[in-house]
Structure formats: C-alpha cells, structure tokens
C-alpha cells in the first residue's frame, strides 16, 4: 500500500508536466485560431466604420452598354460625408471648413446638426468626389468620417435616359431598365447589353425633339425596331431628362412615352384592316369601293376630312395612301367584327408590350358595338404604346411574321426566345408595304420620303378624346414607317401628342410626325448599312427632298 | 531543512531570491496592457452606459490594477500553511457570500453574481475559486499522512456545494472553469485514474444535465452551433479581430467597442485585436501562456504534494481562463461571460486573479526539500 502510493507520488511530477503540455496545446489551439481570423481578411477592411447596422454595404451595379459595347451606365464611387457630434469640440469651426470645400452646404443646418451632442452619427452630404474627399480629409477634423458608396452615372446624359431610368440614393432602381432589371444588375458584374443602338438613339432623340419644338407639341415618343429580330434599335420619349439629376426634372420628362404612354394613333392602324381584309381573301386589289357618303352607324355617321379624287371607284391602294375611314370601314365590315378583333389581338395590340423595361396596357373599348368594331378599324377607340404599336407595325416589314419586341441581345439568359408567330401571309405584307410605299410618294405621307432610301409608311392623325367625343383643336400625329420598302427591315415610329402650327393650330400628321421620320431614316440608313437606290427617282414626280439639300446648309 | 545561508536574511530579501521573477514581470506586462487597453475600450462603455466622467472606467481600472499589485504580492509571500489559513478564510467568506447572495444578490444579464458593498460589486465567486483549490490540494494531500482519512470524499464535499452554488446563480463558464481545476489538483495530486475517468463521465453528464436545465445555456450553445442564428456578439468580434489584421487599425480606430455591451470586459480581446493587430495578441497570449506553464512547470517541481498540485492548479486555471476567454472571442467556445485575467475591467476579476497568481507564486518559491524523483 505504502509502496503503491510511493509509485502514484513518483508519477506526479510527470501528471504535472502532463497538464502543462495539455495548457501549451490548448494556447497553440487558441492562437492558430487567431491567427486564421485575424488573416481571413474583412469584408470591408478598407472603410474606417464596417460592422454596425447602418452600415449596410450599398450595392454594386453592372454597367449597362449599347449593342456595340458603348457605355450607358456605369457606377462610381462615391464617398458620403458623415460626422459624430459627440466627439466635435468646436461646431463652428468644423461647419465653417466644410462649407469652405462643399459651398452647396448651408452653414446653419450644417451647424445645427453638429451641435446636436445627444447623437452619435449625422449624415451631412453624400456623394463626394475622391478631391472633395481628400479636402474634407486634411481638415483634420477627428468626428468626420466617410461611408465608401457607388453612385450610378450616365456618361451619355440624356441619352436613352427613359430607357435607362435611374437609381435611388440607395442604389436602387426605381425607373426604366435599372428598375426592371435590378436583380440581374445586382446580381452580377456582366455588362448588360440592350440592343439600343447610340448613332440610332441620338439620331432619334434629335429629331424626335426638333419636331416636338418645331410643332410646340406637349409630348413625343419615338421608336426604331429591327423588323427581322424584334430588337429595340432606339426608344425616346419628349421631353427629355438627364438621368445623372433625375430629381431636376418633373414628372413630364420622366415620363416615357414611348413604352408607358398609351395613344390613340389613328390611322396607322389602317394598314392592318385592309391587310386582315386582304389575308383573308375578303377584299382583291382590282377590286373598287364607292367612298363618296358617310357611312351611317345607328346615330353615328362616318366621314373622311377631304374627299378622295375618284371616290367612286377607290381601290385599296388608294384607300390607304389618301387615308379613307369610309373605304377602311367598309373593308372592315367585310371581315366581320370577330375576325377582326382577332386579328388585332394576334398582333400584340390587346396586351402590354413585352418589351423588357415594362410597358403600359392598351387602353380597349369597355364593350365592342358596331361602331366600336367600326372606329377601330382605323385606330380610335383602342389606346395602344408606341411599342406595341411599333412591333404589330413591323410584322409587315418581317414577311408577315409578328415578333416580340426586345431590348436585350440574343443570348442574354434573360431574353424571351424569338419565336416567330405567323400573323399573315408573306405576300399580304409585300402588298401592303407597296401600297404605303404608294401612300409616301402620292399619299399623304410625301413629307417622310427621303431619295434613295425607298420609305414606305402611313400617317395618322388623331383628335384627342376629350369629355363626351373628341376634341378637333387637339390632335396626335403618328407616322409608322418601314424600309426600305424593297426589302424591308427597320421601322420607325414617330407620335406627337398636340402639334401645332405657328398660328397655334392642330397640324395634322403629314406635316408634323412624317417630315421627322424621313429626318430619322436619313440619318440612320448610313448606319444601319442600307444602300441607297437612285434609279427609280422619276423627274416628273413629286419634288422629294434632296439629302443634299440639308448636307448642303 | 536547511536555507542557503545568505548575507541577508531579511524577509523581503528571502521573498526576491525565492520567489519567480519571469512570472511577477509577465503579471505587471499584463496588468499594464489592460491599463492600455482600458483607454482604448473603457471611455466608450462609460458613454455607453451613461456616466458623466468618460474616464470612470479607466479610473476605477488603475484603482484595481494598483489593489492587484498589492494583493499578489502581499500573498505571495505567505508561506505554505498561511497560504492554506487565508484560503480557508476566504473560501469561507466567499461561501456564505454566495449563499447569501441568492437571497439580496443583484442580477446583472440573467445571472446573480454580483454583491453591492458600497458602491462595489462583489463577485464573491471570483475568490472562491483560488481558495477552493489550495484547500482541496492540502486535503488531497493529507492522504500520505493519515490513509484511514477518506480526503477524496471530504474533498468533494467541499467542491460539491461550491460548484451548487455557482450553477444556481447561474455561472456555468466559471463552474466549468473550477472543476477543470479542481480536476487538475486531483490528477496531480496522484488521484487513480479509475477516479479521472468517473469524473470525466460525471463532468459529461453534469454538461448534459445543464445544457437542458438552464435556458441561456442552451441558447448559447445553439447560437454557437448555428452560426447564422443570434450570434451577433460572436460576428462582432469575428469581424473586428479580421478588421485588425496583422497589425491593427490603429489605437482608438477600433469600432467593436461601439458596437458590443461589454468592450471593456468579454470582448476586450476582440478591441486589442481590431486595434493593434493580432502580432500584439499573440504577444498577449505568449506572455499568459509563459505565466501559466512557467508556474505549473515551477510547481511540477515541487516534491511535497500540496503544493505541487495546488500551484500546478492554480497556474492551470490562470491558463486556462485566459484560453477559454480568447477561444470565445476567435469564435472557437460559445460566449461564457467570462474576463480575460488582468487584462480585463472588473475589481473581482482581477481581485481573484491576483489571488491566484499570488498563492501560486506563494506556493511554488524555490525551496530546498527531499525529492523523490532527483536522484
């Protein structure tokens, strides 16, 4: 027994070494821990304040770029300038430096929140440039601190600013694509790529704004399609804003028109009723039509503003390029109401555009009547966007197949597939394409004409609804135009809500939206690498405008 | 039996020459740390909680830190048997304290710890602790003089309500803390190891017991396991320490202080780290792992057993105290309430670890005596 507790007493010292070698384990343990956390590398080392609650990291956003890699939108950093009252010791002197850098800051409120001792944190301004910054930082002052941000900045200004839309002080989009899209652009730092075309957009912006001047028009909207792939080339909206201070602009300008707007556009719609009729074999182009008297619906009567030249044996194509309610319904009338509604509706024209920045709900007839059936054939009474106006427009220059419209490149995970849906027959589309080529060189759509570049378009003129019918002083002038018309390809779509003459006038669609779509077809045929022909100019014709008339100026 | 005779004979002189120095100087390296970093941590939880004077923490820190020195060394330089008096003494004290505190003790973050005595709060718990261990080891150790004496067992009837009073106030870090102390003294002391491995199982099922008995304990381990869940404490100091780096955001930079209840006491590893780097810490470190293996190795050497097994204990707590804190704040033990010793604010705390260190150093002084071992 004695020698056992001998033995247990020997083994001691080494039960003692045994728990000092468990301890220096146990410190090695806790100190690798250390190093690994203290090494791991923070989230946000290089910001002086991270961890607390307002601190929320503010998102980073991919740049968005044209099809061509352009730049639209991009983020900076930006620092946002905030201090802690509790550690000021003179407010004075801390306000009067920092209004000193940033003379926008009023001294007083400045001054007031520094004084306030009972908070920890104030913000005093955001967005700091790196200089501002440095300025702020070499006051000295120990209370001031930055929060590192991202700002979102258009380096093309107003450009495509509706299509872009904009970002919240948060970084949030809260218009146009940047809202539409603002999970895919928080999401990843891939550019994301619109088909929108710069050269396109700005030659649109131009003369879509020149033409709501000239006309002194309350609103304008203006789109370019590719007919063949249903991408969005350009989309403006008038007036325009700068997306870098959407906050200077009101309402009105942000507003886009071109995809939120909804209108009634007249007489653009016609081209669809003689093509419905046409398609359907209900009417043949030899055939004739006695447009002379109004056509009595119940109480209503149907009118055309001029009488056409033979309006006793019209045919189509003259129906279309003098714009004709009379003829336009009586093509109508054959088709049958149900028939024709269908045919409106396989073109997109009942639904929201599915153009991906979002698009307003056309506007349809509460219930459908006999003159409701009637008026639509000639585009009143159904409120549609220029978009989805301008995409139905373009199944005649895409051999009569109707295409989604889309703003995003093929390929994009995001973009719908392009499938096709045959609206038409091919040769309907090429027929009707002539005719309103017809309408441009003898019609009324003369003003859109540009040599060389073979315009093919309708005009409509829409007297705006006012209470209890519409109002005659106050007109909305579209022009829809493909070409060229041989080969057609591109559309463009100009509509101007309210334009005037000198005189203070309503104008009709010939002299306000068709002289800007033949300027934007000038300027953007070169770009879009269409030949011009000159072999078809026929000396006796109409006087058509020279391209050198204006290079010449 | 007998002294090297030296020309001074004096008490102070016989102290210096027996006593170990590299741990004295580890001591004031680490209560001069905690000074440092108390102006680093302390102002902000003064602001926090609403004093007027910023410095009310600082201040009452240096009181501590001199009442510390005092302490270690006045205690070291007790013999064994007074050192053996005074923690009877104390663990007395400290006993009735605790029970008294569950009738009038104030409760601070769920638990009842803390005892107001004049505008001081007491943590009687803090003190028990050294004085349990010196106690249990002399008992363990009068099994070489008086074997019909079952010490084991009386031992335990000392540990046992100890431990009962701290897990009804509830403490369960500091329970868990002396029982691996009191475990160490009994390993050390020669305890068979069929007794080590009944205590292993008994601690296991005790943890078990607790872990579903207490509410808070439970919910700490959880958000431990479960990182996502409630562990904001534990993400702070994460973030913080990796903020820090190697070498620190600089004195005063650190955030972490603003954003935790307890900056100054739980988490002021967390505020060295964020501040001065973590090559700071790891000296830190260094320097308590060097105090605590010094004074285990020193006690190892001890032949006579009460003092081998109390010192090695006492070391070992010290050490393992300072793991436990720094595992928590490097995220590698759920949050235990528990200081980091001499570095951290508290009187109690750094009361009861000078104690520690005191008798330990009392304990372990160089002294010629018969070894078993040396041949």
Redesign the interface.
Known sequence: ?SQN??E??????L???L??AG??F??C???L?????????????TT?????SRDAVSTRRAEIVDRNGERLATSVSVYSLYADP?AIWNAHDVAAGLVSILPDLDYDTILARLSDEGR?FVWLKRGLTPNQRQAVFDLGFEALGFREETRRFYPQRSLASHILGFTDVDGNGISGIEYALNDRLTSTDEPLQLTIDVGIQYSLEVELSAAAVRTNAEGGAGVVLDARTGEVLAMASWPMYDANRPQDADDVARFNRASSGVYELGSVFKPFTIAAGIDLGEVTLRETFDVRNPIRIGSDAIHDDHPLHNARSADLTTILAQSSNIGTVQVAGRIGPERQVRFLESLGLFDASPVELGSAAPLLPEYWSEVTYATASFGHGIAVSPMSFASAFATFANDGEYLAPTILMEGDPLAAPREPRRVMSAPTAQVVVEMMRTAVTEGTGRNADVVGYRVAGKTGTAEKPAAGGYDDDRNVTSFSAVFPADDPNYVVLIVLDEPTNEAGQAISAAFASAPAVGNVIERIAPILDVMPNFEDIRPSGPPVRMIADRRSL | MTTLARSDTSMLAEWWRTVDHGIIIGAMVLLACGMLLSLAAGPTAAERIGYNNTFHFVFRHAGFVVGAIIIMLASSMLTESWARRLALLIFIGAFLLMAVLLVIGHEVKGSQRWISLGGFSIQPSEFVKPALIVLASWLLAQRQRLKTVPWEVLTFFLFAPTVGLLLLQPDVGQTALLTAAFLVAFFVSGLPLIWAAAFGVGGVLTGLGLYFSFEHVRYRIQSFLNPNEASYQLDQAHEAIARGGLLGVGPGEGRIKEDLPDPHTDFIYSVAGEEFGYIACLGLLIIFAVIALRGVMAASRRADPYPRAAGTALFFMFGLQAVINVGVNVGMLPTKGMTLPFISYGGSSMIGTALTLGLGLALTRKRAEFHPGIK
């Open positions: 027994m507790l001998f247990a007493e020997r083994t001691s010292p039960r003692a070494r728990v000092a301890l220096c146990a410190f343990a806790v100190g821990q250390g190093a690994v956390v203290a090494l791991a590398g923070s989230d946000s080392a002086r304040v991270a961890s607390s509790s920890r």
